[in-house]
């Protein structure tokens, strides 16, 4: 679906470009061959719809560690055994249920599914006008009494047509019409002109277009450029014919009037054909087009220059390819720009968690790490510590890093399937005793054997990806894609506009689409989006507009779930912490409720401080409290922490850091405590 995108919106950066050229050369009065013309944009054309899939060979930086994520899943555990893994592919074939793959298609009907279905609409019915009008043309032809005949080529004459026509089947046909063979000269001119279609290609080029515009048949950018590339070819073959010795430029402009003529008495062409009277529907612009054929048959031919048209044409198409990496990069949703502006937090709040993080930095040993601090209920953003010891940084740098969301994922997985209703939390799941084959790819869990069969709220607590993985597919691929936009990740979300952030990446749809969402390892998200997200299931369903700490006025931007069903997720979270991976983020003082995550920060393995083994270094642990009324969120990240080579874990490096930062600042904040 990406490159579909990508070639609709190149075909109109393309246009644009052809336009701004011809009328730099018009405007410097530059004559060039129409045969340069043309093939000048049948690159362009070319550029358009090929350029996307060499782009899929390339790669890009943006989608850095994104293929690899998808064949590993990552250890999460207090335990100091547990560690990383990696998915290994498989040839294994996965057969379904007819009944697991009803439930994988989403129940909602969007704009994009009514856009899907009109497309597919309209493609049938182009497509069936296309095999109706290739069948006529084959009857038409078979109907036709021979001319002249050769192995590549043969020359017809019909009494159903009433406009010579070329056509490229299984062999190179011309069609002339029976009134012709009245007038040899005409006849003659007429032939002359439908072979040089053929030697020029115009004729393969013509079924090409028309079988894409099954696809591409809504995009105006596709119809101007058919339009163009038959302008052009008409122009070429003029220019070519009235330049040879033989043709005379007034037999040849008498000969295209009186066909043109026919052919707006009779306006029938066939698809996928090339004509000496091209048929435009529109019979004003039909009359200009043919006045400018006229015009440019008479016209000198002496001072036309080609190799400043492929000047051009090079410079124009270098242009493209850098517009297409760019459209690229869009539809990619890859890593944009840091936004500009000024992050201002909660003074008090913020000193709080500055202490906290250097003493957090100091006890684990860790080089970097960061603490976020907001108000789920306001959006707003009250402390941003970030602290690495190792290099020097921007200040609240962590906010435009793009890190993989890792099993904090699961928590928006599941919270699309319990507002969905696909699963309960007392569901219980084959976990596959911790190995499941997902489209060819092997995913294990983080323990040892995993689990045979867990419920929904024992899977959430657990972390267990294949557990996990299994509700995600109940939900479905287009409800999970639907998610993601939802809760505020990628293009249009919640780190769009927040001062020194980035957006984040989506995942493109493909065989691996569930597994990365639901584990979290196939894209990267801005801490913002996370704090954002995970905001919305704390307040009880909004995604709010993430703010600075000073503005006053908080803003809905969308409702994500219901409340009561974002009243079960605020329970499962809790759980997490009472019986769950997150046990260390329980607090005497109130009541907590979080999820862990382990990874690795940007994809990186510190091999001096782990003797080169792949295993974890980033810790992290997002949760609010208190439970029943949230006020405070908290999203701890501690980066290469000193693990004795066991890597880095969420429950046990950034959870403790959490606690310490929800009882400090709800303290600050005067909030009573709910467990006392």
């Known amino acids: 679906m990406n490159t579909f995108l990508q070639i609709n919106l190149l075909l109109a950066i393309s246009g644009f470009c052809f336009i701004q050229v011809d009328k730099l050369a018009t405007f410097s009065k530059i ?87 009109f497309w597919l609409l309209g493609s049938v019915v182009t497509f069936g006008f296309f095999v109706r009008n290739f069948l006529r043309i084959k009857k038409t032809i078979q109907k036709s009494i021979p001319f002249r005949k050769s192995k590549r080529l043969k020359i017809v004459v019909s009494s159903e047509v ?114 000496m009277a091209a048929i435009i529907k529109d019979s004003n612009y039909f009359k200009k087009f043919l006045m400018r054929r006229i015009e440019m048959i008479t016209e000198d031919k002496t001072s036309k220059r080609t190799y400043l048209a492929w000047i051009m044409a090079l410079s124009l198409a270098s242009l493209t390819v850098g517009l297409a990496i760019g459209a690229e990069k869009f539809v990619r949703g890859g890593e944009g720009k840091i936004n500009e502006g000024i992050v201002k937090t909660d003074p008090e709040i913020q000193k709080i968690t500055d202490d906290i993080l250097t003493r957090a930095l100091q006890r684990t040993k860790a080089t970097a790490g960061f603490i976020i601090v907001a108000d789920p209920n306001t959006g707003k953003i009250l402390a941003v510590s970030n ?23 699961k928590v928006f997985t599941m919270a699309k399937a319990i507002d969905l209703g696909v699963t309960t939390t007392d569901e219980k799941h084959n976990c ?47 409800n999970l894609m639907k998610m993601l936009e939802d809760f505020g990740f990628g293009v249009g979300g919640s780190a769009e506009s927040f001062p020194a952030a980035r957006v984040g990446e989506r995942p493109a749809p493909g065989p691996q689409f569930v597994p990365q969402v639901t584990t979290g390892f196939g894209f990267k998200s801005s801490p913002l989006e996370v704090v954002a997200a995970f905001g ?43 019986r769950g991976t997150g046990r260390r983020a329980k607090s005497d003082l109130y009541s907590t409720a979080g999820k862990t995550a382990t990874s690795r920060f940007n994809n990186v393995v510190n091999s001096e401080s782990y003797g080169g083994k792949d295993i974890s ?56 405590p709910d467990k006392i």
């Open 31 to 117: 004559k060039i061959k129409s045969v340069s013309v043309l093939r000048f944009a049948q690159i362009l054309l070319g550029i358009s719809f090929l350029l996307p899939f060499a782009l899929k060979l390339i790669p890009a930086s943006e989608l850095e560690g994104s293929s690899s994520a998808v064949l590993r899943v990552y250890a999460e555990d207090l335990s100091s055994q547990s560690t990383l893994t990696r998915a290994k592919v498989q040839t294994a074939k996965i057969v379904r249920s007819t009944e697991e793959a009803a439930e994988k298609v989403g129940t909602n009907v969007s704009l994009q599914d009514l856009a899907m279905a």
């Open 162 to 275: 009433f406009v010579p026509f070329s056509v490229r089947m299984l062999s190179s046909w011309v069609v002339l019409p029976e009134h012709l063979v009245a007038n040899k000269k005409d006849f003659d001119l007429a032939i002359k002109h439908e072979l040089q279609h053929h030697r020029q290609g115009d004729c393969l080029w013509a079924m090409c277009l028309e079988f894409a515009g099954i696809f591409f048949f809504f995009n105006p950018a596709f119809s101007w450029w058919k339009n163009i590339i038959v302008e052009q070819q008409e122009f070429s073959c003029d220019d070519a014919l009235t330049g040879q010795a033989g043709v005379s430029s007034q037999d040849y402009g008498s000969c295209l009037i009186r066909v043109a003529e026919t052919a707006l008495l009779h306006r029938q062409m066939y698809v996928g054909t090339t004509s």
């Open 387 to 409: 602290m690495d010891k190792a290099q020097k940084r921007e200040p609240y740098w962590i906010l435009s890093q793009l890190m993989e969301t890792a099993s904090i994922a």
């Open 432 to 478: 596959e005793n911790g190995k499941y084959i997902y489209n060819g790819v092997e995913y294990r869990d983080w323990k040892q054997g995993g689990w045979k069969e867990l419920t929904t709220s024992e899977a959430f607590e657990n972390s267990s990806n294949i557990c996990n993985m299994k509700v995600g597919e109940k939900a479905g691929e287009k």
């Open 536 to 578: 919305a299931i704390a307040n009880g369903g909004e995604l709010m507009k993430t703010l600075n700490g000073d503005e006053k006025f908080s803003q809905v931007t969308r409702r994500v779930m219901t409340e009561n069903k974002a009243e079960i997720m605020r329970l499962m979270l809790s759980g997490v912490v009472k």
């Open 617 to 672: 270094n980033y810790a992290g642990f997002i949760g609010f409290a208190p439970v029943s009324h949230p006020e405070i969120e908290v999203y701890v990240g501690i980066i290469n922490p000193n693990t004795d080579r066991t890597g880095a874990h969420g429950g046990e490096h950034a959870a403790p850091v959490f606690k310490e930062v929800i009882e400090n600042v709800l303290t600050h904040l005067k909030v009573m």
